[in-house]
Structure formats: structure tokens, C-alpha cells
């Protein structure tokens, strides 16, 4: 780095963004436009691009990924600064943010008209004399950098979120080389010009990394349950009259929800077996 590139101390950003930082303003009941803030928030978290780069972004930019479900999106981009290509990416959570938001935008509210998404239609918008404009790098800025404030945290802004992504990788022990891929970084010597990922491997890479970069704690689908072909029988009861009982036996929770839902009715344990019963 140039030497007038170096932070200061006292700046805004000095700060690396932590989990707990982060969570602070996901769950913030005060913040005035939740959505947008939720979107801009994990989209910076996830793919550590600075503002001056993330606010030229378009929808149509991630358009295909977003609308086919990938579950990775990779975004690149010759960013402002380097003049560098970064190649990033947004993984799940910065996916759903992202796509509550755009529905949002879609909808409409009290004040602000339904808006047609194109692919032309900038990923992050401002209304401004009912109208819709590519958000300022400024108005970008201060809407993190107010989330962080409002929650305690003083000297974090959206480098800060860039300063997490790197920690993150190379947490998940990322070669640092392929995380200036991703961050559009320069190459620091001659080296490195012979360690340059393919974009698969690349994904690939951050894919295996994302359970350091997420926020959200991971929940994993329960497995399905298998429905038996039918319930096992042990007899048939007869009483006094027409009735007739099926007796049928559960030996765990599953087993048991599978035969309330057939109309079964618990009798009793025995053995360490419970016993159900249908007329």
C-alpha cells in the first residue's frame, strides 16, 4: 500500500465487524427500513466488496444466478480503486436478504410506488422525488456506518465487513493468494502469479469457507421420516357387539405420530412399548 493508504487509528473502520457486531443489527428492532439494512449488511459480509464497487452492481448482474436458486452466486467486477478483477461471491444468506428486498421493492409500500425490476435496475436504490436512482456512495456508507452506532459499535463501517470476509477466509485457511482473488487485491510478489485459481476451484473454496463467513446459526433439513407401507398389526380385538379393535404397537416418537395420524388411540405401555388402538 501507498503509504497515504495506511488507517489511521482513529478512523472510521479501523475496527474488524464481528459476529457479534453483526447480529446486533440483523436482530435491531429500531432500524427504520429493516430490509434494506438486512440486505446491504450480509451482501458486504459475505462478499467483502467495497462500496464505491458494490453500489454499481445491477440486478441484471446477478439476475440468472439469483432467479434459477443457486445457493452460491459469484459476482465479477474490475473494482474502482485497484482496477483489479474481483472475483466474489454471496452465499446464502446474503441470497435471501437479497431477495426479500427485491420482492420488497417489487411490492411497493405506503410511500414509495411498486418498482419493475429490470436488468438495468440498480442492485441497491434510492427514492428520490419519486424517483428511482442508484444509491450515493455516501448514502451507502452512512447507512452502515449509522447500523453499527445505533448498536454500540463506534469505529466500524463497511470496511469493516471487508476486514471480516478476510479474516473469516483465512480462518477457514484459504490460500491468501486465491483471497486477494476475491477481495481484487494485488498480487503482493512474483510468486503468486503462478498460484491463480480456476473460478471453480475458487467456489469451490469458498464454499467449504462459508461456515466461517455465515452469521446465522446453520440448521440443518430434519430427515425425512419414511411412512411404512402399512401399520404392523399385532390383533384384532373383538368386544361385546360389532366392534372390532386393531391393537398396534410404537417403539418410538415416530412411530407414534405415524399411528395418531392414522386415527389410533393410546392405551397403554407395556414392556417398554406402547400400545394403540383403532376401532
Not at 459499535?153 to 477466509?169: C, G, I, N, P, Y
Amino acid at each position: 500500500m501507498r503509504r497515504g493508504d495506511y488507517p489511521k487509528g482513529d478512523c472510521d473502520g479501523v475496527r474488524r465487524a464481528t459476529l457479534e457486531a453483526v447480529l446486533k443489527i440483523l436482530y435491531d428492532e429500531k432500524a427504520r427500513n429493516k430490509t434494506t439494512e438486512k440486505a446491504m449488511v450480509l451482501f458486504l459480509k459475505d462478499c467483502g466488496l467495497r462500496i464505491s464497487d458494490a453500489r454499481r452492481l445491477n440486478y441484471g448482474d446477478i439476475a440468472e444466478q439469483l432467479e434459477r436458486g443457486a445457493t452460491l452466486i459469484q459476482i465479477n467486477i474490475i473494482t474502482q480503486k485497484t482496477k483489479l478483477l474481483a472475483k466474489t461471491f454471496i452465499g446464502q444468506e446474503a441470497i435471501e436478504a437479497l431477495k426479500t428486498y427485491i420482492e420488497e421493492r417489487k411490492r411497493g409500500s405506503r410511500r414509495v410506488e411498486p418498482e419493475a425490476i429490470t436488468n438495468e435496475s440498480p442492485l441497491f436504490r434510492t427514492w428520490t422525488s419519486g424517483k428511482v436512482k442508484r444509491i450515493p456512495r455516501g448514502s451507502f456508507s452512512s447507512v452502515i456506518r449509522q447500523a453499527f452506532l445505533r448498536n454500540g459499535e463506534k469505529k466500524m463501517s463497511a470496511h469493516s465487513l471487508r476486514k471480516k470476509l478476510q479474516t473469516d477466509l483465512e480462518r477457514a485457511g484459504m490460500n491468501s493468494n486465491w483471497i486477494d482473488q476475491i477481495l481484487g487485491h494485488q498480487l503482493i510478489n512474483s510468486r503468486d502469479a503462478y498460484s491463480l485459481p480456476t473460478d471453480e476451484e475458487l467456489r469451490e473454496a469458498y464454499e467449504k469457507a462459508y461456515h466461517y463467513i455465515r452469521v446465522y446459526p446453520q440448521v440443518n433439513p430434519p430427515a425425512k421420516e419414511q411412512e411404512p407401507e402399512k401399520t404392523q398389526v399385532l390383533a384384532k380385538v373383538s368386544t361385546t357387539g360389532e366392534d372390532n379393535y386393531l391393537v398396534a404397537e410404537a417403539r418410538n416418537m415416530i412411530e407414534v405420530k405415524q399411528l395418531l395420524a392414522k386415527g389410533y388411540k393410546y392405551e397403554m405401555d407395556f414392556d417398554g412399548i406402547k400400545l394403540f388402538t383403532k376401532k
